[in-house]
């Protein structure tokens, strides 16, 4: 996996166009404090090819996960948002503009880092 620094956010977040009407795949509970996440996704990167990318996210002080029943339930229509300010990184599904809005998602995480991989659809 490779680290998701706080300056490349929007060039991910654009490579993959917010992961709007992407798939999300599952939750990965890893221990107490990391969760990885999996979505498909287009990735302008290989002319729009599917692949799965993998998010991981270390040191996470409050979340909101759905049941893995429910993921294929999740409306992906307006992606994601990942937001860094200060020491922290914000995930949801959906359009937030703020952290403070983050926690209104079905499905958030706020975690102190974040590494990626991406791999086969």
């Known amino acids: 996996m490779r680290p998701l620094l706080k300056k490349e956010i929007d ?3 654009d490579r993959f166009g917010h992961f709007v009407d992407s798939e999300f795949r599952s ?3 890893v221990s107490p404090s990391t969760v990885k996440i999996t979505l498909a996704a287009q990735d302008s990167a290989r002319g729009f090819d599917w692949i799965t990318v993998d998010i991981e ?3 996470v ?3 909101n996960l759905p049941q893995s029943s429910k993921l294929p339930h999740l409306d992906m229509s307006d992606g994601v948002t990942l937001i860094s300010k200060g020491d922290l ?3 949801g599904v959906g359009s937030y503009d703020a952290l403070s809005n983050i926690t209104d998602s079905l499905c958030y995480i706020k ?3 974040l ?3 991406q791999g086969a659809f």
């Open 61 to 63: 002080s409050d979340a």
């Open 27 to 29: 939750i990965e509970i």
């Open 115 to 117: 590494k990626y991989s």
């Open 111 to 113: 975690a102190g880092s």
């Open 89 to 91: 990184f914000a995930f």
């Open 11 to 13: 060039p991910f977040l």
């Open 57 to 59: 996210f270390d040191g």
